[in-house]
Each structure stands twice: as C-alpha cells, then as structure tokens.
C-alpha cells in the first residue's frame, strides 16, 4: 500500500460475523434445552446449502470463491433462517429457504453489501406465503425425542403428537376465529401453550437471544439505537392498547417475550446492509418495524409479523437515511460556543 | 495547569498504538552538516519563492536564498554557509516523484552567520513585523507549513479571545514536539508571548494530550515563574486526532470552526509549538527559520530526535538512527497522515517534522479489500461527524456532486474511517481521488468558459474586419473608377509639353517616396521584435493552444 494510514486496526469483516455468531449460541443453547436437537440439524442444512450456494454463485459472478466464503456472512444468515423456520420443518422447506436467501435476495442484487432486503427475511416472507401450514407447525415443549423431529425433517411426517401452534399463533386464533366472548385472560390461562411471560420455553429462548445481544452492543457490533427503539415502540403500542382493553389486546411482556422479537430486536433488524445507518434514521427504522410487528401480530393473517415489517422498512431505508443526516462538524451550531 | 479550565470532546476518534516512547530517550542531537544541501525553493503554501542566488554564488548561514513571491508566499535561506553549485530541479519531498526548483548548496564548514539582528516588533508596524517573519520564513511547523505571517493578523475585531498552542502531537511515532516541548519551555513560551501581543489575545492555551507528562511539567515549570499569566498549560485526552486544528480548538474552546471558515471569525487562532518557538528565533535572536526538529522513527535500531538544517538527505539523516536490514519504504509524516516518499534521497523540508521508516513488517500489506458492509464504524470514528461510507460509495462510482452533498471538502483526510475498517477499504484514497477529480473539472471548466469566450470574440472581431475590409474595398473601388476617369480625360488631351513632362516626373518621384515611407511606418506589428518578445509570443501561443486542447470536448458537447 501505498497511501496512508499505513497501519489498521485489527478488524475484520470475519470477525464482525463470527461474534454474530457466537452471540447466537446461548439462545440456541436454551432452544435445544426445551425442545430438542432438531434445531441443530436445520442449522447444520442451512449452513451447507448457504456455503454451497454462496460458492457457486461467487464462481458464476467470477467473485474469489475462498477470499468471500470465508467473510462468514452466507453462514449467519443461514443460521438466522434456522432460528426463524420451524425446526421440525421438512429439508426441503429449509433449503429452498436458504437457497432463495443466498441466490436471489443476495448475489442476484451484488452479493455481500449490495443487498436491499435482508436475506434472512425474505427468506421467511416467501415461505410463509408459499407453505403457510408448513410454516406454522412448531414443536411442542418439552417433547424433545430426536428420531420423530428426525424423522419429521427428513421422513413420513407423524406429526400431530409433536407439534402444536405457537403461543403467538394460538392466541391470535382464539382471538380471532373462536367465538366473541374469548378473552385474553381467557385464552392465556386454559392453554398450556403459554408461560409466565410470552409463551412455555419460548420466553427463556428469547432470553437467550437477550443475552446474546447484550454481548453485541458490548462488543459494539451493533448500537443500542435499534433494539432499544424497536423494543420501546413495541412496548408502547401494546402497552398502550392492553391498558385501553385487557380482553381483546395482550400485555408488552408478551409481546416482547414471544416469537421473533428479541431475536429480530438484536439480531435481524440490526442488519446494517439492508437498515438504516444514521443514529436517528435508526431510531425511525426501528421504531417503523415495531409498530408493523404489533399491527401485522394483531390484525394480520401471519402468526409473526417481524419478516414484513422488516422488509417494509428495508425500503424505506435509504429514504430515512436521506433525510436523517447528522450535523457535520462546525455545522452544528451557527458559529459561538456550545452548550 | 488550571485545573479549572472545561474541557469538550470530539466526536469519533481512534486510538491506534502511540510508539513514541522509543524516540524519546535521547535528548535532542544536532544532526551533522552533510556534504551538500539541497534546498527546495517551494517549502510553504503560496507561490514559490524566486531564487535571489546563482550557481558560483558564496552564502552565509541564514542568507535569504529565495524571496517570497507575494504576500502568499514566505522567504527561504541557506542553512548553512557555501557555495551554490546549481539551481536545477531536484527530487522533491512528495509523493509523486515530482522535481522542483531547489539552491544546492555545497557548506564551506565554517557555518558563518549573516548578520542577526533582534526585531523589535513593539516599535514596529503590525504589517512591517509580518513582513519581517514571511522574509525570515516562518510557517506553521505542524505539517501544512502555511505561511505564519498570514495568520498572525487579529481580524476584524483587532483582538482575539484565545490563542491556541498546539502541542498535542496525536500522530503515532513523532515526539518532535513533545521533545522541543521538554527541553525548550521556556524559549517556546516566550514566542507564545510574542504571538500572544501581536494577535491582541486574551488567553493562550497549550492543549498538550495527556501522554506527555514531561512535557506538561516542563511547561508548567517554564510557566511558574513566568512572563505572562495568561498562558495557560492544558492536558486534553490521548485521542488521535486531538491534534488537529480543529479538533483542539474545539477541545479547548468548545468552538466549532466550518470548514472554509476562518478561525479568527470565531475569535480563536491556532499554530503548532514549533512555530512559536521558530517565532521566538526570529523576532528575539533575528535567525531565519533553516532547521527543525524531526523525528527518525519506526524500523531503526535508535530512534531519536535531531534538530535538522534543511536540505539535508533524509539518506543521510535516517544513516545516523541505524536502520534495520529489512527496511522498504520512507514516510514523511506519520502512520496516520504521512506520505512515501518516492526515494530517500530526498531532502528534509520545513513540513518534514517526521521521517519514518518503514518495513513490510512493520506496516504490513493488509489483506484484499473487501466490500462495504455499511457497518458504521467509519462514520463512529468520523472526528469531522461525515458519514464516510456514503462519500465511498459515490466516489467509487462516480458520483462527485453527491459526494460533495455529504460533505466531503470538510473531510480532513486523517485516516481514522481507514483505520477502523472491517473491509480494509482504503477510504482516505477515495476521497483523495474525488477530491482531486472535482479540482480537475474545475480547472476544465473554468478553460472551457475561457476558451469559449475567446472563441465568441474572435468570431465577433472577424465579423468586424471582416465588414471594415468590404467598407475599404468598396472605398477603393470607387476611388479606382475615379482615376481610370481621370485618365481617360488625360489621354484624350493633346501631348505634354516638356514642362509638364518634368512636373510630370515630379510628381511621380514624390508619389513613389510617400509610398516607400508609408511602407516604413506601417511596419507589421509582429516585425522588428526583440528576441524576448518572440519569445513571450511563442509561449503564449503554446498556452492557449494547451487551453484549446483541454477545451475541445467541453466545445465539443457544446457545439
């Protein structure tokens, strides 16, 4: 090299992801715990079909295979679909997943960088609207026997001993289909889908991920801009609706505690290829996911509405960005001192 | 150190390893005289300065060698006393491998000293002190080497609220200042003083990082018993680039300075301490500024600091550290901000205030260049509040105008976007590059609309000679009837008689010395032109032939 600055921090793009990845392991860790190792043969079948799609996509776009394989973010993004698909759901499902992840939502827009929606994402949104059922079966908790999560993955599917709704989706059914005098006091205390906080086992996965995410902003990975905002909007709106009519709209705690939000308040909607990048735009960003997650959860027909929100805002981003800008330097305050 | 004194911060900033502490050992040593100096005539921002000296010429130490052209511009003098062997072009300290003017002085060894002389800049005008220190060359010592006269003026107001000492010193590898700090306090504060009364200030503060300990206490020991109380000492916190200018003043002061704004507007002004000390040498020992101290750092056996007259080889200088075996590369400047060199048989310049020597294994190659993953750690590290990862990618494609919406003329080129990078993206080398392409434009532009304007005038001067020339014609048309007229009346007459054939011939002779002497005093305006001239005329066409080349394909998409 021949220009300055001649010495770098030690950094890199492979270090960012691998402590994404790390980050990610103490909610993994309580998700096997409650219900079972199929999660791990998902994110096993995801990494392989990203590092082998990510490898054939880099030699066609006659990328340097080795150099951009490894920079790790085909595997974090594998990981995220595991995290996000039913772990009992069929190969296939997962695959095809990934496939559309890597292929078309990444390399299609210009690879590592380029992408305008998160991968992960629209991974999620296409099979979610392709195989809705498959979609929405999840284990049971406690029920952690491997050979029918194998076989129910790989094999004939027996599948109504094992699985059932999530608490999201079963609360947002009885609410919507059941008859008109269902609660949600009602529905939280006859299911035993649900726990103390958002949902048996879902709550303490989603603590993991809490963990996790902790151990990002220390790391100064990510800011505290978006997980504080989309968590403090969540918060709000469903607070503010619990409070105005406890029997048709459910609490913050569960809001906060179930499905995706603490993996999407840490790990999903921080993506900072495809989100906003300026403090303020973050905040937008953030809080605009938020109060799409809480409507699409409480009107939509989708039992998680973070996938949506996520990519309704992904185009928004450059827009929020645009207008967000921060000060630069000496342009703050018109010339004499500050505060 | 006042310990009431409120400090502010600076958004982003980087703390990358110091690795001053190796050159810090050793007192300042006076670096020897080499066999010969090769003294750029263009060491300041400005105009280059006109040699005053020929080859032959005998010089004394300290003997103006090159005069400031304008005000803009600041003076240049032999180091030391000699000979002149040539003024040609020689290698210059950058790094394009560009040659410039430079007096090649071979040193007699008597170092002889012009006269000196004490200026008493209190009996003196503002404007004759100024003029005094562009003759003595003085400039900013902390690397952009501006001319300090031009800022030694209090502005509109004729005072100014604070004078900012800049010895913070945030690069890694250099001590200069920190060493001239230690060991020359007192003489530094006495140039403060001066600058402090020429500037009309009512405080000076020396913003010092908190790194150097030694030099705060030498300060404050050089303070304590002092010649002016308003000099205030200030440790502010080891953060590169606290030692920008507008960093520090924003440290000190809280103020803010725009970029394109001067600073003076907002009440402050701020000089590197080696130019106080150089302004010291000036005004109260009458020494032109000819040496300074450098910092020989990095792949060497002993690193330390040397006072170096200019002129000197950094070959020569970097010989006396002991550079290791493996050593590749010269860097004037540092890790940071500095610049290879294109040799190290350059000379050493009034901006060299660090000569660093580097190797692959001490600043390794770093690893390919990966794509922007708009992580925001350039804009976390930002010191100017930019958002570095747009103004990469528009001026990677391209997109100057955008770049320049996000602000880049305020960017100040420090490096630390670069530093933080996870995709080793060398961004400083993008903006350089956009920076320089919108200058380009600029200078296309601005000889496109003067070609064009002369294109227009000379198609309306045309259009004028072109109408004066049929006027004339016509006019002599006429005339000519006329005397084919007046002929034809004379041949049908009867024959002259002898007298009138003598008028006749008279007549004719006197027609014919009008004609020659109409000849003589219409000559062409181009003749009798003294070599000179033909000359400047020559190089004139050559221009604006150059400017028609640069203009054609702006005429082009006009046309």
Same mark, same amino acid.
């Given at each position: 090299m021949n220009n300055s600055p001649y010495f770098l921090k030690p950094a890199s793009v492979q270090s960012v992801m691998m402590r994404v990845l790390l980050a990610l392991i103490p909610g993994i860790a309580v998700y096997v715990w409650f219900f079972g190792a199929a999660v791990l043969v998902q994110i096993a079948l995801a990494s392989v079909t990203a590092l082998l799609a990510e490898a054939a996509m880099l030699k066609l776009r006659g990328k340097p295979v080795m150099l951009f394989l490894g920079d790790g973010s085909a595997l974090v993004t594998a990981w995220l679909i595991a995290l996000t698909f039913p772990p009992i759901a069929p190969w296939w499902l997962t695959v095809i997943g990934v496939l559309a992840a890597i292929v078309i939502a990444k390399h299609l827009y210009g690879g590592l960088g380029q992408n305008p929606f998160n991968p992960a994402m629209v991974a999620f949104a296409l099979m979610i609207v392709a195989y809705p059922s498959l979609m929405s079966q999840w284990p049971a908790v406690g029920f952690t026997d491997f050979m029918p999560q194998w076989n129910a993955i790989f094999g004939t599917r027996q599948l109504d001993a094992i699985t059932m709704a999530t608490p999201l989706d079963a609360l947002r059914t009885a609410l919507h289909? *059941?008859?008109?005098?269902?609660?949600v006091a009602g529905v939280l205390g006859n299911d *035993?889908?649900?726990?103390?906080?958002?949902g048996k086992g879902w709550e303490w996965v989603a603590a993991g991920y809490f963990i996790g995410g902790i151990y990002l902003l220390q790391q100064r990975i990510i800011t505290w801009h978006m997980p504080a905002a989309f968590l403090a909007t969540l918060f709000v709106i469903s607070g503010g609706f619990a409070l105005y009519d406890p029997t048709r709209f459910v609490g913050p705690s569960f809001h906060l505690f179930t499905g995706g939000a603490m993996l999407g308040a840490f790990f999903i909607i921080t993506d900072p290829v495809s989100g906003c990048t300026t403090p303020r735009g973050k905040l937008i960003f953030a809080a605009g996911i938020g109060l799409l997650t809480w409507i699409i959860r409480t009107f939509g027909a989708y039992p998680d509405g973070i996938a949506f929100a996520v990519l309704l805002l992904n185009i928004a981003a450059p827009l929020i960005d645009m207008n967000t800008q921060p000060p630069v330097f000496g342009h703050k305050r018109k010339g004499g001192r500050p505060s | 150190m006042n310990a009431l004194q409120r400090l502010f911060r600076f958004n982003g900033g980087v703390k990358p390893d110091y690795h001053k502490e190796p050159s810090t050992h050793l007192p300042i040593a006076v670096a020897p005289t080499p066999t010969l100096l090769v003294i750029p005539l263009h060491q300041s921002i400005g105009g280059p300065p006109r040699p005053l000296v020929k080859a032959g010429d005998g010089v004394l130490k300290g003997q103006r060698i090159g005069d400031a052209d304008g005000n803009v511009s600041s003076a240049v003098h032999a180091s030391t006393s000699g000979t002149v062997v040539a003024v040609e072009m020689r290698l210059m300290p950058h790094t394009s491998g560009l040659s410039a003017m430079c007096v090649v002085i071979e040193p007699d060894g008597r170092d002889e000293w012009v006269e000196r002389n004490p200026f008493d800049f209190r009996a003196a005008t503002p404007t004759a002190t100024r003029d005094y220190l562009r003759d003595a060359g003085v400039v900013g010592l902390g690397g952009a080497v501006f001319p300090s006269h031009l800022k030694l003026n209090a502005g509109k107001q004729g005072k100014l609220d604070t004078l900012v000492l800049n010895g913070a010193e945030c690069e890694p590898f250099i001590t200069c200042d920190d060493v001239l700090m230690r060991e020359r306090a007192d003489r530094l504060l006495k140039g403060a003083a001066i600058m402090r009364e020429m500037l009309a200030a009512s405080r000076v503060l020396i913003g010092i990082e908190d790194n150097k300990p030694e030099a705060i206490a030498a300060l404050e020991a050089a303070s304590a018993g002092n010649i002016d109380t308003t000099i205030q000492v200030v440790a502010v916190p080891t953060r590169y680039p606290a030692g920008g200018a507008k960093q520090l003043i924003r440290v000190l002061t809280g103020i803010e300075v725009p970029h394109g704004e001067r600073s003076t507007d907002y009440g402050v002004q701020c000089f590197n301490v080696g130019t106080a000390f150089a302004i010291y040498e000036a005004i109260a020992l009458g020494q032109p500024l000819i040496s300074r101290i450098v910092t020989v750092a990095g792949n060497v056996g002993q690193a330390r600091n040397y006072e170096v007259l200019f002129g000197t080889s950094m070959r020569d200088l970097v010989a006396l550290c002991a550079p290791l075996p493996d050593t590749d590369r010269v860097i004037m400047g540092g890790p940071m901000m500095g610049f290879r060199m294109p040799s190290d048989d350059v000379p050493v310049v009034k901006a060299t205030n660090c000569v660093l020597v580097g190797s692959q294994k001490l600043f390794p190659q770093p690893p390919p260049e990966m794509p922007c993953i708009r992580c925001g750690e350039c804009a976390k590290a930002c010191p100017a509040d930019l958002q570095p990862f747009e103004m990469y990618w528009f001026s990677r494609a391209r997109i100057f105008g955008k770049a320049q919406e996000y602000h880049l003329f305020d960017c100040i080129e420090c490096g630390c976007c670069a530093y933080v990078c996870p995709s080793r993206i060398p961004l400083v080398d993008y903006y350089r590059f956009a920076k320089s392409e919108i200058w380009a434009r600029e200078v296309e532009k601005d000889a496109a609309d003067l070609a064009r304007d002369r294109y227009e005038f000379r198609l309306l001067r045309e259009e004028r000679e072109k109408q004066e020339k049929a006027a004339k014609l016509a006019a002599k048309t006429a005339a000519g009837r006329e005397k084919a007229a007046a002929a034809l009346a004379e041949a049908e007459k009867p024959a002259r008689t002898p007298d009138e054939e003598a008028k006749h011939a008279l007549i004719a002779a006197a027609l014919e010395r009008a004609k020659a002497q109409k000849e003589q005093v219409h000559p062409e305006n181009t003749g009798n032109l003294t070599a000179e001239q033909r000359a400047e005329i020559v190089a004139i066409e050559a221009r604006r032939a150059e400017i028609r080349e640069q203009a054609k394909p702006h005429l082009r998409q006009d046309d």
């Open positions: 289909t *059941a008859d008109a005098r269902a609660t *035993a889908t649900f726990g103390n906080i958002g | -």
